[in-house]
């Protein structure tokens, strides 16, 4: 194992990460949502196949604190981005759902994001496989 560091390419990799945010957040802005709404909704699409999102879910997965997922999802339901249910295995567990408006808005922002993704690929794949232990 080599304990040279290629500051270039780790520089460059985190310049298209960076990159990449910034075109998502601005995709976001022109929705109408802010990045953390923006992501909220693709974290409760993404993770509802492995069963309901609950809010303390939401908080975990977005590495924000209870109580600030508990107002960001008051936010979203106020915008009829999403709705609350309760858990009937457990009343004290609250679920989000999407709204046929976040499940538009999230697949109109996916798209962009998706294909700005395409486009920087090859890209990062490069990097990435500089990052590689021979």
């Given at each position: ?6 500051y ?106 998706l ?11 490069r ?8």
């Amino acid at each position: 194992m080599s304990d040279t560091v290629d500051y270039a390419t780790l520089a460059r990799f985190r310049y298209e990460l960076r990159k990449f945010q910034a075109f998502s957040k601005a995709a976001a802005d022109q929705a109408g949502l802010t990045p953390q709404q923006h992501q909220a909704l693709l974290t409760i699409r993404g993770f509802s196949n492995q069963g309901p999102v609950s809010v303390g879910d939401l908080a975990e997965f977005l590495f924000i604190r209870h109580h600030t997922a508990v107002e960001l999802v008051d936010r979203m339901a106020k915008l009829e981005l999403l709705i609350r249910v309760v858990d009937d295995a457990d009343g004290r567990r609250v679920l989000v759902k999407l709204t046929k408006e976040g499940e538009r808005r999230l697949q109109k922002l996916s798209q962009a994001n998706l294909k700005e993704l395409r486009a920087i690929g090859p890209t990062l794949a490069r990097m990435l496989d500089t990052f590689r232990i021979s």
